[in-house]
C-alpha cells in the first residue's frame, strides 16, 4: 500500500468513527454534563453534601451498567446490516430487547432502593448516608424508563443513525436542568431534595423521553417497514437470550469495574469527608472524559460488528489504530487541563468553601494528575475492548476488566493506602496498576483474534 493510499485510508477510518462517536460521545457528554451541573447545585449546599453525593452517584452509576447490556441491541442490529438481513429481523431485536428491559428492571431497581444498607455495610458515615436514601429512590424508579430508552438508542445507533440520541439529550438538557434547580434547590414552590433532586428531575424527564421514543416508533411511516409494534409481540426467549449472552458481558464488564471503583470510594470514605469530596470533584470531571472515552469505544464497536459481518477484519486493526490517534489528541488537551489548571476546576466546582480548605485542594490537585494518566490508559483498554466486542467476543474483556480490577486494583489500593498508611493518595495510585496490565492483556488478545480470523 502506497503512503498517498495508506494516508486516505486514515483519514477515511478517522472520518467513520467521527461519523459514530462525535454524536455517541456528545450524547453521553450532553447527559453527563447534565448530572455534573445537578452535583454542583448540590455542591453549594456544603462539604457534607458533596461526600455523600461521592457514595450516591457512584452506587448508582455502577448498577445502572446493567443498561450496556442493551450495546447487544445496537452490535446485532450493525451485524445484520453488515450481512443484509431482512428489515424485520432488527424489529424483533428491538422488540425482545424491550422486554430484556422489563425483566432486568426488577432486580436492579430493587438493588438501587435498598443500596443503603451497602453502604452501612462498609461502614460509611451514618450522617451522610441519610443523605443518600432518598436519592436511591428516585433513581430506583428512574430505572425503567432508562433502560426502555437505552434499546431504543441502540436502535437508532444500530441503524448508523446515533444523531437521534445526541439531538434527544440535547433537547431534554434545559428540562432535566429546570427541574433539577427545582428539586434541588426547592425552587418554584417544589420542596428542597437536596440531593435528590437529581434522580427525581431524571425520573420526570426520562419518562417525556421515553413516551416520545415509543410514540414516534408506533407512528413514524418510516419505522414501520421494522415490525417493532406488529406480528409477534410474546417474548422470544432464544433471541433474549442471545441478546443477554452477547451484552451480559458488556453490563458485567463495566458493572465489575465500576464497582470494583465504587469500593475504592468507599475505602475513600474512611479517610474522612474531606477526602470524599476531593475525590468527588475530581469524579465530577473525570465522568465527563469517560462519555468521550465510551463514545469512541462504541464507535469501534459499531464498525468492528459491521466489517465483521463483511468478513473485513483487516479493517478493524486499522479502526483502533485510528481511535487511539483521536484518543492521544483529545488527551493533550485532558493532560494540559487536568496537569496545570486543577486549582481553577476545584474552585469553579467546589466554590468557596473548597477553596479555603487546604486540604482538600491539596488532595484534588493530586488526584487529577492521577486521574490524567488512569484515563489515558483505560482510554486505549476501552478502545480495544470495543473492537473485541464488535467481533463478538465480549466475555475475554469482561474477565480481564474484572480480575485485573479486583485482583490487582482493589488489593493494592487497600494495601498501599491502608495497610502503609500512605493515605488517599496511595489509595489512588494503587488503583492505576489493574487498569494498565489490562490494557497489555486486552491488546494481545485482539491482535491474536484478527491473525485468527485473517488466516482461517
Known sequence: MSPSTTQKTFFKNIYQLAIFALPLSASMLIQMLTSFIAMFM?????????????????TNITVNMVSLVFYAVGILISHSRGQQNSLLNIGEIVKNGMWLALLLFLPASLLLWYANYILLLF??????????????HFAALAMLPSLICMVIFQFFTGLGRPRVSMILSTAMMPVTLLFSYSFILGKFGFPQLGLAGIPSALLVSQIFVCLGLLSFLFFSTDMKKYGIFSGKLTPDFVLIKKLFALGYPIGLQFGGELSAMTLATYFMGYFGTTALAASQIVSQYTLLVV?????????????????FGKQETESISQYVMSAIYVLSFIFIGIFIAFFFYSYDLIAFFGGPHAIENPLLVHLAEIFFIIAAIFLYADGI????SGALRGL???????NVGIICLWAISIPASYIIGITLHTGPIGLRLGFVSGIMIASVILSKRLKDKII?????
Open 381 to 384: 483498554r476501552n478502545i480495544v
Open 452 to 456: 485468527s480470523y485473517k488466516y482461517a
Open 392 to 398: 463478538h467476543d465480549s466475555k475475554i474483556p469482561m
Open 123 to 136: 461502614h460509611q458515615d451514618r450522617e451522610l448516608i441519610a443523605l443518600c436514601v432518598t436519592y436511591f
Open 291 to 307: 462519555m468521550i472515552i465510551l463514545g469512541l469505544s462504541q464507535a469501534v464497536t459499531m464498525l468492528s460488528s459491521e466489517a
Open 42 to 58: 448540590v455542591a453549594k449546599l456544603g462539604e457534607k453534601e458533596l461526600a455523600a453525593g461521592a457514595l450516591a452517584v457512584t
